[in-house]
């Protein structure tokens, strides 16, 4: 296997830490001011990345929420889906997976080439790369707004370093290397 790629999980939450509401609901999230060229911008984040990651809720939100509204799938690099539910793949650039995470490092590796892989997610994704030691990096933009309940942004306990914070618009973004296991 060649050297492994930087597992990044770059994603929004609210200040409560969910990154939907109890419906999956990202209203939340689309009103929030950001400036497109600002700190921890998602173009620039995406310039470096191989491949991506994400588990079935995500990609079915991805599927209902842009190809159901006539938009062609988001990505044009390679995509792994985690499930073991029967989803279609979107996309030819799309593979629907099954297992664990070690079990398709090798694939992931190969796909992602010499750039990083995004851990979409959701939290439990992520969560999963964390515990089998693959995740090296948290990036959160944190909206100003609270749900009181939804998917969490993270639901393990583990201990992170600051790397990085800043202001964009309406978020508060912070880049995190992932310590480990909070014991």
Same mark, same amino acid.
């Given at each position: 296997?060649?050297?492994? #790629? ?14 939907? @509401?109890?419906?999956?609901?990202? %209203?939340?999230?689309?009103?929030? !001011?950001? @400036? ?14 191989? $491949? ?25 690099? #390679?995509?792994?889906? *985690? ?5 279609? #793949?979107?996309? #030819? ?20 080439? @010499? ?20 995740? @090296? ?5 944190? $909206? !100003? ?6 998917? !969490? ?5 583990? %201990? ?10 309406? *978020? ?12």
């Amino acid at each position: 296997m060649s050297h492994r #790629p930087t597992f990044r999980y770059y994603t929004a939450t609210t200040l409560d830490g969910f990154l939907a @509401d109890d419906q999956d609901n990202l %209203d939340w999230l689309l009103s929030q !001011p950001i @400036d497109e060229q600002g700190a921890m911008n998602y173009t620039d984040f995406i310039g470096g990345i191989g $491949a991506l990651v994400m588990g079935a809720t995500t990609y079915e939100w991805v599927v209902e929420h842009e190809l159901a509204q006539g938009n062609p799938w988001p990505y044009d690099i #390679p995509c792994l889906v *985690f499930t073991h539910r029967d989803l279609t #793949p979107a996309a #030819p650039t799309v593979s629907i997976v099954a297992g664990e995470v070690t079990d398709h490092l090798d694939r992931i590796t190969a796909l992602a080439g @010499d750039k990083a892989v995004w851990v979409v997610g959701g939290g439990g994704l992520a969560a999963q790369f964390a515990q089998a030691g693959l995740l @090296d990096e948290v990036t959160v933009s944190i $909206a !100003p707004v609270t749900l009181g309940s939804g998917r !969490p942004l993270f639901p393990q306990p583990f %201990d992170l370093e600051l790397v990085e914070v800043a202001q964009n618009r309406a *978020f508060v973004c912070a880049r995190y290397r992932v310590v480990g296991p909070r014991t």
